[in-house]
Antibody, heavy 119, light 106 residues
């Protein structure tokens, strides 16, 4: 069974940093591109970043470029999101998601982790 | 960025009814479109990919269609467990989502 379990969220002050983790199991992690998608309270979904299966390529939405870094450790089957210079508008639930084969839809999602940026 | 305009924003329907949700892309996305279902407090679940392919385990009352810039999700014979918010998403370019359609029972 595919499982994605996020951790590392919580309350953080504006301008500070936070690192999210996503532990994957039930599939061959290093065969799949992975992504982070966020959802502000009572709002829609926004793609944040994607990393290729081998970590060689990364892609970001404009609003997080230069502040967020997506990475992965294939030996540990774990995806990361380092978030620096956090802003109040980064407050959201962050989901780890697997990008499928054959289509680039997100075929599995984690349960999500809440990040609140507030003083 | 490719803009996805989803309609309606909310919808009320009766059990057994057929429901249609539309999604319009700001440019041709060549059927690189997915539909997701999100229940309150839960993460999104993939229903449809490549515009019309049913994800494994999803009931056959869900179907997708469309091409070019116009796409739709159809739910036949609405069930109580279908109450949720539905999102479309394009992946022809950097992923973008529609704003969602909240489906409630009448």
């Amino acid at each position: 069974e595919v499982q994605l379990v996020e951790s590392g969220g919580g309350l953080v002050q504006p301008g500070r940093s936070m690192k999210l983790s996503c532990a994957a199991s039930g599939f061959t992690f290093n065969n799949y591109d992975m992504a982070w998608v966020c959802q502000a309270p009572k709002k829609g979904l926004e793609w944040v970043a994607t990393i290729s299966y081998d970590g060689s390529s990364t892609y970001y939405r404009d609003s997080v470029k230069g502040r967020f870094t997506i990475s992965r450790d294939n030996a540990k089957s774990t995806l990361y999101l380092q978030m620096d210079s956090l802003r109040s508008e980064d407050t959201a639930t962050y989901y780890c998601a697997r990008r499928g084969y054959g289509s680039w839809a997100f075929d599995y999602w984690g349960q999500g982790v809440m990040v609140t940026v507030s003083s | 960025d490719i803009r996805m305009t989803q309609s309606p924003a909310s919808l009320s329907a009766s059990l057994g009814e057929t429901v249609n949700i539309e999604c319009l892309a700001s440019e041709d996305i060549y059927s690189d479109l997915a539909w997701y279902q999100q229940k309150p407090g839960k993460s999104p679940q993939l229903l449809i990919y490549n515009a019309n392919s049913l994800q494994n385990g999803v009931p056959s009352r869900f179907s997708g269609s469309g091409s070019g810039t116009q796409y739709s999700l159809k739910i036949n014979s609405l069930q109580s467990e279908d109450v949720a918010t539905y999102f479309c998403q394009q992946y022809n370019n950097y992923p973008t989502f529609g704003a969602g359609t909240k489906l409630e029972l009448k």
